[in-house]
């Protein structure tokens, strides 16, 4: 065929490839590498934290608070710890949005809370444990998942200390105690794993029965509410009356005393008396009976209302006195 009455051979357009100036690209690659290390060799610490350097994944060396170096290309990174912040971990709720009114979500945590007591009773316990990490080399590489691990100690020891007392004293005068010894066993575990965690303090923060039982708890609660009211109003009753009644045996034992001690001194004032007379009688008895007589008669004198005075040798003194008794001239 010679190709007559066809379409002849197209003319293929030639195509023009640009020419790459390969100094602007190496002067771009450079400013790159340039920008990205200064991106990765400076790094901040802030105030509360320290940083812990990785080269190519092993630790060697820890930093202060400021600005660093480091190796840039993630040759050397860094891991930053708050070690002068308190941080929480809660138990049986969490905070959903913290403020003057807090609002908290405890529905879906109900199986924390939920522990049985010593007595096999359950109550439902919230709590907080509020620490620090005092060894940020020990929080990071000595044990993995170090805050699922904390709060699985946690936990099980809260379980512990739960488990040794009765419901009543989880409730009420044992809860500060109970919280004291979780956080005296959680520190010893803390110290066991190598965690670098200080525990600073453990808050009950809300302790109650279960909803199914709670209306029979508060009956029982409130039985014994009263039951100590009635035994304080006895015990007030009983120190208002005894000690009185004490007072007033007292008093009257002490009043015995004195008339006792009265009655005695007397007794031995009455006897000395006589003995006294008795002495001056023997040496002058004239005089001493007299005296005793004058002494009588003073006595006795003043107690009578009509008194006749004469003289001891009148023979006779009824003409001279009107022994009758008679008043308005009758004799």
Known sequence: ?????????????????????VGLLRRGIV????????LTSFYTIGPEETGLVLQFGKYVRATDPGLHF????????????????QLKEEFGFRTVRAGVQSQYSTRPYADESN???????????????????VDPYRYLFRVRNVNDTFRDMSEAVMRQVVGD???????????????????????????????????????????????????????????????????NQAQSEYNKVVPRARGEAQQTI??????RMERVNHARGDSARFVALFDAYRRAPEVTRKRIYLETMSQVLPNIKNKVIVDGDLSSVLPLLNLGGTKGGDR
Do not use: H
């Not at 010893?188 to 109650?208: F, S």
């Not at 002490?254 to 008339?259: L, N, P, T």
């Open 165 to 231: 007392r009765t419901v009543n004293e989880i409730l009420t005068i044992g809860r500060a105690e109970a919280a004291l010894q979780v956080q005296v066993d959680l520190q010893v575990l803390c110290d066991q794993y190598e965690t670098g965690i200080k525990v600073e303090q453990v808050v009950l923060q809300d302790v109650n029965p279960p909803d199914p039982v709670k209306p029979s708890f508060n009956e029982v609660n409130e039985a014994q509410q009263e039951k100590s009211r009635l035994i």
């Open 31 to 38: 400013v790159l590498l340039v920008v990205v290390a200064a």
């Open 115 to 133: 522990i049985l007591t010593g007595d096999l009773n359950a109550a439902m316990v919230e709590w907080v444990v509020q620490y620090r990490v």
């Open 254 to 259: 002490q009043e015995a005393e004195g008339y």
């Open 1 to 21: 065929m010679n190709g007559q009455g066809g379409d002849g051979p197209r003319d293929i357009p030639e195509i023009k490839i640009p020419q790459i100036n």
């Open 70 to 85: 480091k190796m840039p290309f993630g040759v050397e990174r860094v891991m930053k710890v708050p070690i002068q912040r």
